[in-house]
């Protein structure tokens, strides 16, 4: 059967061929500003399986990733919320090494963190405030689950006395002054020289302490016989010190800044000679080596014996006598 004519079909069904071009579309395609894509375009539509097969591929990372949070945040409730942690008072401060210094002043380090997590105390500021005190030389500051602070001191080891004011204090080879003990009969194990002339600062003090030690290591054995060592200069070093068999006199030796042995060792040789030519010997120049200079002293001038005064007495009278009578 012959397909009837197209023109037999109504006006609104008959669609121009596909070669054709529509109405207007000659006029866009002339336009140079349009360009008329050559191949479809493929429409993609979505479909309700993706997202199940999404979710199958996430949900394991998803689920890692919220338990991970919560374990987070339940240890940080723990550690920093707990009272589990917290430094309620000072039956939680260990202290070790304390032997001068007194245990109430280390605490006093830690009086603000009372009632403080732990975790929140900042060790290294609390070192700090540790080694400030003179007694101190080094601390080391640690935390003990759950709740503890440990303290370990290292203390400084004196080597000398210096004359503040009118009293003693104690001084270390770095040129430290330190407090007075915390014991009240500490000073009792400490017998040391007194040292005078040391400077104002600690920077200054810690050559003159070095020269004080090099001179007491060598004169070694007879550090008792020293009382007192002037350090004011850095050229002579002065000792007061007691002659041999003679504790109870003493004399002033300048032993230089070097060779402290041999000039000492000068001096125990010859002490009873010179003390024997100059019963006052006053003081020895040590400086220059296997030579002394020796200063006798002034010689204590014998007071003359007082004359007795007699008491005045009146002379005896003889008795009166009258005429001898002749018999």
Do not use: C
């Not at 430290?176 to 920077?203: E, W």
């Amino acid at each position: 059967m012959k397909p009837k004519p197209d023109a037999a079909l109504p006006d609104s069904l008959h669609e121009p061929p596909l070669d054709e071009p529509l109405e207007g579309e000659g006029e866009l395609a002339d336009d140079p500003g349009y360009r008329r894509r050559a191949t479809p375009v493929r429409v993609r539509q979505k479909r309700s399986g993706n997202v199940v097969s999404q979710w199958k591929r996430l949900r394991k990372p998803i689920l890692l990733s919220s338990l991970g949070l919560g374990i987070t945040f339940a240890g940080y409730a723990l550690l920093f919320r707990s009272t589990w942690f917290v430094l309620a008072g000072s039956d939680q401060i260990s202290i070790s090494g304390a032997v001068e210094t007194d245990p109430a002043r280390v605490l006093s380090v830690f009086a603000s963190d009372y009632g403080r997590n732990v975790f929140f105390i900042p060790l290294a500021e609390r070192r700090d405030s540790l080694a400030a005190i003179p007694w101190v030389q080094t601390a080391a500051v640690m935390r003990i689950w759950p709740a503890r602070i440990v303290v370990r001191l290292r203390e400084r080891t004196p080597v000398a006395q210096v004359r503040v004011g009118d009293h003693l204090q104690l001084v270390d080879g770095a040129g430290s002054i330190l407090d007075p003990p915390a014991a009240s009969a500490a000073n009792q194990h400490f017998d040391f020289p007194v040292i005078t002339g040391l400077a104002d600062t600690a920077a200054h003090r810690a050559p003159q302490m070095r020269l004080y030690q090099a001179f007491m290591t060598a004169v070694a054995g007879h550090a008792a016989d020293i009382s007192e060592i002037d350090l004011s200069d850095a050229s002579n070093v002065k000792a007061r010190v007691s002659l041999p068999g003679h504790p109870s006199q003493t004399v002033l030796l300048q032993l230089g800044d070097r060779n402290f042995e041999q000039r000492y060792g000068l001096f125990l040789s010859q002490a009873q000679t010179w003390l024997d030519k100059y019963p006052t010997l006053a003081g020895v120049d040590l400086r220059y080596d296997g030579e002394a200079i020796v200063d006798p002293g002034v010689p204590v001038a014998t007071p003359l014996p007082k004359p007795v005064a007699k008491p005045l007495t009146k002379p005896a009278t003889k008795p009166a006598t009258g005429p001898k009578v002749r018999h």
